[in-house]
């Protein structure tokens, strides 16, 4: 039976991708060396890893605007400290928007290097919407944001204008719709949602908002290092690498970003009529900020929860489950995920209303 894999990540990536992985690791290039084997100083593997920084440079629209594209270790979180470290000054401030799980880890960390400022928190209503109508200090040395909350399904619409550098955290909505993504000066995503999976992290830093803290920064911490090192200050993590880049290529070739925005809002679109359709089901997040990969939702009489897991179980799908701090259901609709797994989603939500009229 298909499985539709609705995994908040690591999730779920593109056939082709696995296919050409899987060759990978038995014999890389002709070369009758694994991928999992050859040194990353080697020819080919740094062809890989200059085609997926440049790759990602052009799929951002970001070519010539004087911005560098680093993998590195750590994941996302590592960012919540190596973002302070680069950019806040000594005895500096930064301004933190506060909408989630991910976006209150990044401020805990920020905290340990200056003034932490909260613009505005959404914390008191479980995170079920992006605060609106905040200022943001103009002495702040930047802004942080999180553009998409895989845990409470929300997804920032729009973002501020400022005169001092922006920095977001888009490991869950990474290449999945259109922005401008010139007006951020630092964007920084863990590749296992829309790009590859788990084990590198993808950091997007304009050159010019750098060495300005005054502070001394550890050398494995430090995006300078990085870039000199052209992301390979120390050895990188191959294999994700090399899987980032096979889903770079295909982003490309099916139309990148705006054909893969125009998907997901369909798919979004499909999910979120039957939600409010359906009278067994709530979503939880406020309509205004539904995010376009993670739908989040509830049934409205627990006592059907056994019956929806069976029937929903029983099409094929996986990775239906809420995050274990919310409950519920999330459906995350990246990239890789076709529109037929979304449909197949919807019958089953049908299928339960049918089963108890």
Not at 29 to 49: C, W, Y
Not at 51 to 77: C, T
Not at 139 to 159: L, P
Request: a negative charge; one cysteine or more; charged letters at 20%.
């Amino acid at each position: 039976m298909k499985k539709h894999n609705y995994s908040a990540g690591p999730c779920i990536l593109p056939q082709e991708v696995f296919e050409k992985s899987a060759q990978a690791i038995l014999n890389f290039n002709n070369l009758d060396l694994s991928i999992l084997e050859i040194s990353h100083r080697s020819k080919d593997f740094v062809t890989v890893m200059e085609e997926a920084r440049a790759l990602v440079l052009e799929l951002l629209g970001l070519e010539g605007k004087g911005y560098q594209a680093l993998f590195l270790h750590g994941g996302a979180s590592l960012e919540f400290l190596m973002v302070p470290y680069n950019l806040m000054k000594d005895n500096g401030k930064a301004a933190y928007l506060d909408t989630g799980t991910w976006a209150s880890g990044a401020i805990k960390e920020a905290k340990y290097f200056g003034e932490t400022v909260t613009v505005a928190s959404s914390k008191a209503e479980n995170y079920t919407h992006i605060p609106k109508d905040f200022t943001v200090p103009s002495d702040a040395d930047y802004f942080h944001c999180t553009s998409n909350n895989t845990i409470f399904g929300t997804q920032m619409k729009s973002f501020p204008q400022l005169h001092i550098p922006i920095v977001c955290d888009m490991s869950s909505d990474i290449f999945s719709r259109s922005l401008d993504f010139s007006k951020f000066d630092l964007i920084y995503a863990g590749a296992q949602k829309n790009m590859g999976p788990a084990g590198t992290t993808l950091v997007v830093v304009k050159e010019e908002i750098l060495g300005k803290t005054g502070r001394h920064i550890p050398s494995m911490l430090d995006y300078q290092q990085h870039i000199i090192k052209e992301s390979m200050y120390n050895t990188p993590p191959v294999f994700p690498i090399y899987a980032s880049l096979l889903t770079l290529q295909w982003l490309k070739k099916s139309g990148g970003i705006p054909a893969m925005e125009k998907i997901n809002e369909a798919k979004a679109a499909l999910l979120y009529a039957e939600i409010d359709r359906n009278p067994l089901f709530t979503g939880t997040a406020a309509k205004e900020d539904r995010s376009v990969m993670n739908a989040t939702f509830v049934l409205n009489d627990e006592k059907h929860t056994e019956t929806f897991d069976k029937i929903w179980k029983a099409a094929g799908i996986s990775g239906l489950t809420g995050h274990r701090s919310v409950g519920g259901y999330r459906a995350s609709m990246y990239n890789a995920l076709p529109l037929e797994s979304v449909q197949v989603l919807v019958e089953a939500m049908k299928e339960l209303e049918s089963s108890i009229s």
